[in-house]
């Protein structure tokens, strides 16, 4: 059983159009992730909650916001994404917030037309 | 700042063959290294996670090591098959962080 699902699977979206992608977990983790991936490139760390604390990485664009409305659910809001936020999005779950094993979801491939 | 490098980018083999998968990083000061499968497309999913303190960790026909000092960390696949066929990433944990660095994987084709 998937233990960390997010959907939609594939997104598509206008310039400029706000979307919003969905993660959830059923490992009851403290911990949840967003990264970014680009074709052929290595994920990239976007923001992390630990339980309600919200850490944003520096360099992640204002235009990327998330929410966690409670411990199960994740959301990540690109407010007016642009071409170049097409890209793979992956959430992760972890217990802890160090020296622990990541779980991933299956990703939302997002396009920007 | 962590780097973590993976080389070849590529690689094919036929099926049976031994896969050997290189991964370095650039500080030494980790909490653990993890070896992740990603098949194309999709999420990723953990393999196997060495700890700081341990030299290799082994899971079927799955072995990594791990050579803290010198930044090193191999994955072997023994008896390749088709099925093997992914992009494998590495990703260390930075000691007093919660980050994990990815390297940018090596993508497997196994040729039956």
């Known amino acids: 059983d998937a233990m960390v699902i997010q959907n939609p699977r594939y997104q598509v979206t206008q310039f400029g159009k706000p979307v919003t992608l969905s993660c959830s977990q059923t490992?009851?983790?403290?911990?949840m992730y967003w990264y970014q991936q680009k074709s052929s490139q290595a994920p990239k760390l976007l923001f992390h909650?630990?339980?309600?604390?919200?850490?944003n990485e520096a360099d992640t664009p204002d235009n990327f916001q998330s929410r966690r409305p409670n411990t199960s659910f994740c959301f990540l809001d690109i407010r007016s994404p642009g071409l170049g936020d097409a890209a793979m999005y992956l959430c992760?779950?972890?217990?802890?917030?160090?020296?622990?094993?990541?779980?991933f979801g299956s990703g939302t491939q997002l396009s920007v037309l | 700042k962590q780097e973590v490098t993976q080389i070849p980018a590529a690689l094919s083999v036929p099926e049976g063959e031994n896969l050997v998968l290189n991964c370095s990083f650039t500080?030494?000061?980790?909490?653990?290294l993890q070896w992740f499968r990603q098949d194309p497309g999709k999420g990723l999913t953990s393999l196997l996670l060495?700890?700081?303190?341990?030299r290799e960790q082994t899971s079927g026909r799955l072995n990594a090591s791990l050579d803290k000092s010198s930044g090193r960390s191999t994955l072997y696949i023994a008896a390749s098959q088709p099925g093997d066929s992914a992009t494998y990433l590495c990703a260390v944990n930075q000691a007093n962080d919660y980050k994990l660095s990815f390297g940018a994987g090596t993508t497997v084709t196994v040729r039956a």
């Open positions: 490992l009851n983790h403290n911990v």
């Open positions: 909650y630990y339980d309600k604390d919200f850490n």
């Open positions: 992760a779950t972890s217990r802890g917030q160090s020296n622990e094993k990541l779980f």
């Open positions: 060495i700890q700081s303190s341990q």
């Open positions: 500080d030494s000061a980790i909490y653990n």
